[in-house]
Nanobody, 115 residues
Framework: QVQLVESGGDLVQPGGSLKLSCEVS????????MGWYRQASGDQRELVAV???????HYGDFVKGRFTMSRESAKNTLYLQMDSLKPEDTAVYYC?????????WGQGTQVTVAS
């Protein structure tokens, strides 16, 4: 059983930065299919960033160079660095991992961008 624990969500002003973390258990940090999604109130969950193989990351169109996903295997942690945040980035951010034929989701972490 894989467990994902997100952290780092907070209230931040427009233009600010946050770094989200997702601690991944049971070796799944080595997955080649993992990423971040978000869901704003009343909206569908959407892709933020996904690792499509060991070296390539695909970002949602709205990212426009503002976010960077990275992985630190030694710490079993997936990160999402978010810069130049906008009010429309307000959402619950989820970590997702596909490992040994199953998809796992974390519980989510709230990001609120407001003055």
């Amino acid at each position: 059983q894989v467990q994902l624990v997100e952290s780092g969500g907070d209230l931040v002003q427009p233009g600010g930065s946050l770094k989200l973390s997702c601690e991944v258990s049971a070796g799944a940090i080595n997955s080649n299919n993992m990423g971040w999604y978000r869901q704003a109130s009343g909206d569908q969950r959407e892709l933020v960033a996904v690792l499509v193989n060991r070296r390539n990351t695909h970002y949602g169109d709205f990212v426009k160079g503002r976010f960077t996903m990275s992985r630190e295997s030694a710490k079993n942690t997936l990160y999402l660095q978010m810069d130049s945040l906008k009010p429309e980035d307000t959402a619950v951010y989820y970590c997702r991992v596909y490992w040994i034929w199953r998809t796992y989701w974390g519980q989510g972490t709230q990001v609120t961008v407001a003055s």
